[in-house]
């Protein structure tokens, strides 16, 4: 691929390589591999699913802990909320009306933001509430991310997602009454965000006797991947620059990569929920960081007695059953005749690695990833969480695996990204290069090829250790839509 000196400039200036670009150019040649699953994860083959004693086992051991760990909540909320109005955007702008539409209007006193809406209201006519809800002469909300709308009402307060995700952060990232939280942002609305926290720090601080830290990050320039045409030749734009775009919350790993914490809860900035539903998500939260300790305790035991001059034999065996049994690891085909130093180096391989404890919720029809046993570049297989465009639907058996998953992935995960002896993994290294996504758009009329990055929680994290384990559907209740907020689980008690 020649570029010019313009092109290698514009690539420099935006912190990037040529040999990554490269790279990626080669992607839209080649394609990126289906992964090849072997089952759905299950309750009790892949899946943990924890009885009450051990709910509170794993509670008791994250409450004795948490006071010697720095802890962080970490929440993606860089998107525009704008698909959330998808709807009310062709009713304003072409008048073409559907049930969605109807039941906003008919029910738009039940919204949290209706009384800022009402502000703008002169006759209370549908048209002028959609320019009111979306335009820049009323709420804006077409514009704003989803972590600046009004969520959810508490008498004649309302508060924004962001608001609800303090105060969660409040019950359980929450070490000596310091509670950290990052944020990564768009830069079109940093300054938003940090106006809102300054607004309403000090109320929630006074309320849960705590202080934030509250952290903000942009998802990088250098992650932007570059757009090629139909004939994969770099796609220019008006001015003859290269077109770079976003690569998904796969870029968000470089953000994740830079914290520093000894567990980090991950969580979507529009799943969340109101006070009186607030508990079984702050016991489950509590409960799977124990869990993810216990685990971590266990690994590290490995670790140290592996790292001593010559570990024995009976130890490494010991590691391996460790390594199949309790981090669900099938080890490749012919393992039993590797020499003694190999087995030796596929444990320290397995063990000396990121670890991640996924919240599973039960499979309710959404779209996206979930829980499956998956082979791994060096043949051996684990538990991956794998999005539905990873899978060869052609292929009859992987479609059959696919449509037997009994759960799904509702981005709730709880990370230890240090090692045994403090030092912070780099993310970077134990992500799979090979399973991005190749999408089509279009730019100006023209049809452009896209790429994302490796999924921040399937490809992202491939390499990770991963355990499964059920969590109550009461946990997941995303805002995909501005009518979810119509429900029952973001309406007042």
């Known amino acids: 691929m020649s570029f010019t000196e313009k092109d290698l400039k514009q690539i420099a200036d935006r912190g ?105 209201l002169k006759t209370n006519e549908k048209q002028e509430q959609l320019e009111a809800l979306l335009g820049s002469n009323g709420l804006d909300y077409g514009n704003l991310p989803k972590g600046l709308l009004e969520f959810h ?20 990232a929450n070490n000596k009454g310091k509670v950290r939280l990052h944020f990564t942002v768009s830069p079109e609305h940093r300054k938003k965000f940090k106006d809102l926290i300054s607004k309403v720090l000090k109320s929630y601080e006074a309320e849960y006797s705590v202080k934030f830290d509250i952290s903000f990050s942009e998802q990088k320039a250098s992650t932007d991947t570059i757009a090629v045409g139909m004939d994969n030749e770099p796609f220019l734009d008006g001015k003859g620059n290269l077109l770079f775009r976003p690569a998904g919350h796969g ?51 490995f ?39 190999e087995k030796y180096k596929f444990a320290i391989s397995k063990l000396d690695r990121p670890l991640r404890i996924c919240g599973m919720v039960k499979n309710v029809g959404e779209p996206g990833g979930g829980p499956f046993w998956a082979k791994n570049s060096d043949e051996s297989i684990s538990l991956q969480i794998v999005e539905s465009a990873q899978f060869d639907m052609k292929n009859k058996k992987q479609k059959e695996i696919f449509e037997k998953a009994t759960h799904f992935n509702p981005v709730d995960l709880i990370c230890a990204t240090k090692n045994h002896k403090k030092e912070k993994y780099d993310l970077l290294k134990f992500r799979d290069p090979k399973t991005g996504f ?3 758009k279009s730019q100006s009329g023209k ?35 501005v009518n979810d907020l119509l429900r029952k689980e973001h309406q007042p008690a």
Not at 98 to 120: G, P
Not at 448 to 477: C, H, R, Y
């Open 153 to 172: 009402a508490y008498g004649d307060s309302t508060r924004t997602a962001l608001e609800e995700h303090l105060v969660e952060g409040a019950q359980y």
């Open 251 to 301: 870029a968000l790993l470089e953000n994740l990569n830079d914290v520093d914490a000894d567990i980090i809860f991950i969580k979507n900035v529009d799943n969340v929920v109101p006070d009186h539903l607030k508990s079984e998500t702050i016991l489950y939260k509590k409960a799977l960081a124990g869990l993810l300790l216990s685990f971590q305790k266990q690994i590290f035991y």
């Open 16 to 120: 990037s390589d040529l040999k990554t670009i490269e790279q990626q150019i080669d992607n839209f040649k080649e394609g990126f591999p289906f992964m090849t699953a072997k089952r759905a994860a299950t309750i009790g083959d892949g899946m943990i699913k924890l009885e009450e004693k051990e709910l509170n086992e794993y509670l008791e051991l994250f409450n004795q802990e948490a006071a010697k760990k720095k802890l962080l909540k970490f929440v993606p909320a860089s998107g525009a909320a704008s698909r959330m109005f998808k709807s009310l955007y062709a009713a304003k702008d072409e008048g073409k009306s559907d049930k969605s539409v109807e039941q906003y209007h008919e029910q738009i006193k039940s919204f949290a933001f209706y009384k800022s809406l009402s502000n703008f």
């Open 303 to 341: 670790l140290k007695r592996l790292e001593k001059p010559e570990p024995s034999v009976y130890m490494v065996n010991k590691a391996i059953r460790f390594i199949k049994e309790n981090l669900s690891v099938e080890t490749p085909k012919g393992f039993r005749n590797w020499s003694p130093e």
């Open 447 to 481: 049809t452009l090829k896209a790429q994302e990055l490796p999924g921040l929680w399937n490809g992202a994290m491939s390499d990770w250790n991963t355990l499964f384990v059920e969590v109550p559907l009461i946990t997941f209740n995303p805002v995909k839509t």
């Open 438 to 440: 190749i999408t089509e």
